[in-house]
């Protein structure tokens, strides 16, 4: 029984060990995509349920018409339109990498296109065919373009406010009454496991536990691959033995260091199990102990805003932390306002204005008519197609609705209105570096090769963690009681 701990640490390092080097290299990815937003990937080189087919994946997130019946397009596949049945790619010279060919939000203003990306906002001049890039909007998603009262084009970020003004964009300061709902214990969880509840010190704390990581798993590879060296003579200080300082080194701090990372080890690795299903779904219903918001969050608005659209006079502002109303006007207290219609925990992808009181509101939990005043809804689910629904956009008229789902792409087009999405998208289309490595580090990637088995195959290594820091400390503990009581008897 007292080698137990040893053959366990062994058995799941040999194990694991490609699996936690590619956990700790995307996760120090993940957590500082500034630094990457430059790099990307081809949508072609990826596997095969990556790849673009009838306007699926999130290829359109954006529609708008203008006044000739042409239609944009955009999303993850870049911007686009729909005219006479065909499909035109429409290039930014101005985007300079993808995620600023992410879009997330259009708007039409007389001839003039808004094109909302993850990385700041655009305007396309319908006729003089000319781009702007508005630059104090950088390094803002723009999840919502409006026109306001007084005409005024109103460009929301995830945190702040812009309205437009001719090649100026400036800053509308308002702000959020505070939330009366509950922080979810899942958002805690996944601040825990990034650092993000602390700020970039926190982020930085846990990069660094990545790369302990790294290295407990390439000392204890080397350890473990010369095993007869090490039991005759690499341990031994009284030879020479080529090799037998650096061995000494990376056993001796693969223990030590190992000991002293053992709590930050065990948070990453038991945040990890409950993160994705079948874990999440222990904590999908409880909430935080601590209350805490999106460090990129402000004093006025810390809740992160997903989605906006007007109703009315006012300004609605879908956020994390529940729906806010107010004034368009400068220094504006907007307040929470009740809202009883279903959204995903992962937010609504749909969140635009029908006519001047009702909204349509689409999620992962599907497709709704609300009236944000009386807070009534009604479900749009016209036909056997609309089972399991997943919106992410929509083309609504009086008597139209067309749907883009994530799975199964667009729905509901009867008069093909739009366009069937041509071949060469997936030619040009392309991953940003960020999204490659977040699928990476939850293995959706290899989903294609091996189906719902990669959620197991994440559970059971981040099991393995936390049974591999676990058993090492013990081992380690062990061995230091071993070596006092040596001493003590040495000193007798």
Not at 173 to 184: I, K
Not at 259 to 283: E, K
Request: aromatic fraction near 10%.
């Amino acid at each position: 029984m007292s080698k137990l701990p040893s053959t366990l640490h062994k058995l799941l390092s040999l194990i694991f060990i490609p699996l936690l080097l590619i956990f700790a290299v995307s996760g120090i990815g993940l957590n500082h995509p500034s630094l990457i937003q430059s790099f990307s990937v081809p949508i072609n080189s990826l596997p095969a349920n990556y790849q673009y087919a009838n306007w699926n994946r999130g290829a359109i997130q954006a529609l708008a018409e203008d006044d000739s019946g042409r239609i944009y397009a955009g999303g993850k596949s870049g911007l686009g339109y729909f005219l006479q049945g065909q499909y035109h790619r429409l290039a930014n010279p101005l985007a300079t990498h993808t995620w600023q060919n992410f879009v997330y939000s259009l708007h039409l203003s007389g001839r003039q296109l808004y094109v909302g990306s993850r990385d700041g906002l655009f305007r396309y001049s319908i006729d003089s065919q000319k781009w702007h890039y508005y630059k104090e909007t950088r390094e803002q998603r723009i999840v919502s373009i409006i026109n306001a009262p007084q005409n005024r084009v109103i460009a929301v970020a995830n945190h702040q406010l812009y309205t437009v003004e001719g090649d100026k964009s400036n800053i509308l300061n308002v702000s959020l009454s505070e939330s009366n709902q509950a922080v979810p214990l899942f958002r805690f969880t996944f601040a825990l496991h990034s650092g993000e509840i602390i700020g970039l010190s926190g982020r930085l704390l846990m990069d660094t536990v990545a790369l302990a990581l790294i290295y407990f798993c390439l000392s204890g590879l080397y350890y473990w691959l010369f095993p007869k060296a090490t039991k005759r003579n690499l341990l031994s200080r009284r030879k020479k033995i080529r090799g037998g300082k650096l061995f000494r080194f990376l056993a001796k701090h693969h223990n030590s260091l190992g000991l002293i990372f053992m709590p930050l080890l065990i948070i990453s690795a038991a945040t990890a199990i409950v993160m994705r299903p079948p874990g999440l779904l222990l904590i999908v219903s409880a909430n935080s102990p601590v209350t805490f918001y999106s460090q990129h969050g402000n004093s006025q608005i810390p809740y992160k805003i997903t989605k906006a659209a007007m109703v009315g006079e006012q300004l609605v502002l879908l956020t994390g932390d529940g729906v806010f109303s107010g004034d368009v006007v400068e220094g504006s207290l907007f307040q929470q306002i009740k809202s009883s219609v279903p959204i995903h925990g992962m937010g609504a992808s749909i969140f635009q204005q029908i006519d001047e009181d009702n909204l349509l509101v689409g999620s992962f939990s599907g497709l709704y008519r609300w009236q944000a005043k009386s807070d009534e809804f009604q479900s749009l689910t016209p036909s056997d197609q609309s089972e399991g629904l997943m919106p992410v956009a929509a083309y609504s008229t009086l008597d139209e609705l067309i749907v883009f789902d994530y799975h199964q792409g667009k729905l509901f087009d009867e008069n093909n209105r739009l366009a069937a999405m041509p071949a060469e998208v997936n030619e040009y289309a392309r991953m940003s570096l960020w999204n490659f490595l977040f699928e990476l580090h939850n293995l959706r990637i290899v989903q294609h090769y091996i189906g719902p088995f990669y959620l197991i195959v994440l559970l059971l290594t981040s099991l393995g963690l936390l049974v591999i820091t676990i058993t090492g400390s013990i081992q380690y503990l062990r061995k230091k009681a071993r070596e006092r009581r040596r001493d003590k008897r040495l000193a007798e």
